[in-house]
């Protein structure tokens, strides 16, 4: 229910460039080619690309050419990727400290962005 409920997210007006955050390098990649295969623009950022491989997925969601980039927290700090519309943590961070990083990547330089963060409820 959690893709079905992202793929509408998506869908919406606004969702403009969109900042995805998963927690593993395997359900990063998952996720991507899901978004991929539902005919969404999507790029993806973790630790098992190679620095060419990632300078790529950057630059393209940087130059708009994909609409989302979905990555892991190696995303989160130290990226200054203007006009970020959203970030969504399909997965919720580890720690606060990642929260507070990965949420501020949008909104920035005195712009509005949204973030959200999908919490499941457990048995």
Same mark, same amino acid.
């Given at each position: 229910? @959690?893709?079905?409920? =992202? #793929? /509408?997210?998506? $869908?919406?007006?606004? +969702?403009?460039?969109?900042?995805?955050?998963?927690?593993?390098? #395997?359900?990063?990649?998952?996720?991507?080619k899901e =978004?991929? +295969?539902?005919?969404?623009?999507?790029?993806?950022?973790?630790?098992?690309?190679? &620095?060419?491989?990632? &300078?790529?997925? =950057?630059?393209?969601?940087?130059?708009?050419?994909? &609409?989302?980039?979905?990555?892991?927290?190696?995303? %989160?700090?130290?990226?200054?990727?203007?006009?970020?519309? #959203?970030?969504? $943590?399909?997965?919720?961070?580890?720690?606060y400290?990642?929260?507070? #990083?990965?949420?501020?990547?949008?909104?920035? %330089? /005195?712009? @509005?962005? @949204?973030?959200?963060? +999908?919490?499941?409820?457990?048995?």
């Open positions: 229910k @959690k893709l079905d409920l =992202l #793929h /509408d997210l998506l $869908n919406k007006d606004g +969702f403009d460039k969109v900042l995805i955050f998963g927690r593993t390098k #395997h359900g990063i990649e998952k996720l991507n =978004l991929t +295969f539902r005919g969404f623009k999507t790029g993806a950022l973790h630790g098992n690309k190679t &620095q060419a491989q990632r &300078q790529r997925a =950057l630059n393209d969601f940087k130059q708009n050419r994909v &609409q989302i980039l979905v990555a892991t927290d190696v995303a %989160a700090r130290g990226l200054d990727i203007p006009n970020v519309s #959203h970030v969504v $943590n399909f997965e919720a961070p580890e720690n400290s990642d929260y507070i #990083h990965r949420i501020g990547r949008t909104g920035r %330089a /005195d712009k @509005k962005g @949204k973030a959200l963060t +999908f919490v499941g409820i457990g048995a």
